[in-house]
């Protein structure tokens, strides 16, 4: 008997990444599809080869069908009113990024999943990458010591076409988030403040801001440094950015392909050094049984079964999102704008 009965809300491309994982799960029935586009609904029952009855509203569908969990893979303006209706309805969310479009919707999805004791996490794939994990080994078993500074690069030259073209803060709203997810997870470290300039330079194809720089400071007693861009031609980096992260005792580099190393300081000999030697350490790979996508979900369902918070709980990725909005922010006001403050004002 299935302990999950799952509407999927939105059915676009990225629905298929979400059905083809809970399709693979005995205790997993899909009861139910929702979208605005009937058609489209349709025309993804079919090619799942789906028995199930289709709808426009979700509160409808939650009521009609008695389901208890929903895959929310709507566009980012839907999320608050998807997850809040589900949640007062008694189902549990797992959502596509972003949380919610504006720091007050995060807020209240947060404090509703605790008020109704209700699951909702947030899809952040790059986590379940094996090769990040790896880096965060370098940062918790002290290899590097104590860390003093993280930065990380990311310069795509993306011609997506669409929405994002006519953005106010493309790269920021968009993209930021992943390698700021990144960030917290690899340094085991929560926003503390952000100063953010954004910019749209010559040549870009953008409307809006497609280059960004922040600095932010992290609980750690660390700074984060974040240089982006969805308008650099040539010379692009990895998706998952390229990072450089310096502690007391070397430094970890990961160029966002291969696998992370660290350059450490030699133990013996390096009394009156101008330079001192460095010992090369190579990350030990980490085996996940799934990745990216399916290794998000994959903990998500877990999280259930076992009654515990996914790693990427709303109540966790609200830090991420905040990440965001605060950049956004500095960028708008010019000042460095303080994170809990900015949170409790949302």
């Given at each position: 008997m299935s302990n999950y009965k799952v509407i999927i809300a939105g059915c676009g491309n990225m629905a298929n990444v979400w059905a083809d994982y809970a399709l693979t799960r005995g205790d997993t029935t899909i009861v139910g599809l929702v979208d605005i586009f009937p058609e489209a609904a349709k025309n993804?029952?079919?090619r799942k080869e789906l028995q199930c009855p289709i709808f426009t509203d979700i509160s409808e569908a939650i009521q009609a069908t008695g389901a208890n969990l929903v895959l929310d893979i709507t566009i980012p303006a839907s999320h608050y009113s998807i997850a809040s209706t589900a949640m007062k309805l008694g189902c549990n969310v797992l959502a596509e990024k972003p949380l919610a479009e504006t720091i007050d919707q995060c807020t209240e999805l947060v404090s509703m999943a605790n008020e109704f004791g209700k699951t909702h996490a947030i899809m952040q794939n790059r986590r379940f990458d094996p090769r990040i994990r790896a880096l965060r080994n370098l940062i918790t078993d002290n290899t590097i010591g104590t860390v003093g500074f993280a930065s990380a690069d990311f310069f795509i030259g993306a011609h997506f076409g669409g929405f994002r073209d006519a953005m106010?803060?493309?790269?920021?709203?968009?993209m930021a988030i992943h390698t700021f997810d990144q960030a917290r997870m690899i340094l085991g470290a929560d926003p503390v403040s952000v100063y953010c300039h954004e910019f749209n330079p010559h040549g870009s194809w953008?409307?809006?801001?497609?280059?960004?720089?922040?600095?932010f400071e992290m609980s750690d007693g660390s700074v984060f440094d974040y240089r982006g861009s969805w308008c650099s031609e040539g010379a692009p980096t990895s998706w998952e950015a390229s990072w450089r992260i310096i502690g007391d005792k070397?430094?970890?580099?990961?160029?966002?392909l291969g696998a992370p190393y660290a350059d450490v300081i030699k133990s013996e000999g390096q009394e009156g050094k101008f330079m001192q030697e460095y010992n090369r350490v190579i990350c030990e790979e980490i085996e996940l049984p799934l990745t990216f996508h399916q290794g998000c979900l994959e903990d998500m369902f877990s999280a259930l079964s076992e009654g515990?918070?996914?790693?990427?709980?709303?109540?966790?990725?609200?830090?991420?999102m905040a990440m965001v909005m605060a950049a956004v922010e500095s960028a708008r006001l010019g000042q460095k704008v303080?994170?809990?403050?900015?949170?409790?004002?949302?």
């Open positions: 993804f029952a079919e106010e803060s493309p790269l920021l709203l968009d953008y409307t809006g801001n497609a280059m960004a720089l922040c600095i070397g430094t970890a580099i990961w160029d966002g515990r918070k996914p790693e990427t709980d709303s109540s966790d990725n609200i830090y991420s303080d994170i809990n403050s900015f949170l409790n004002k949302g």
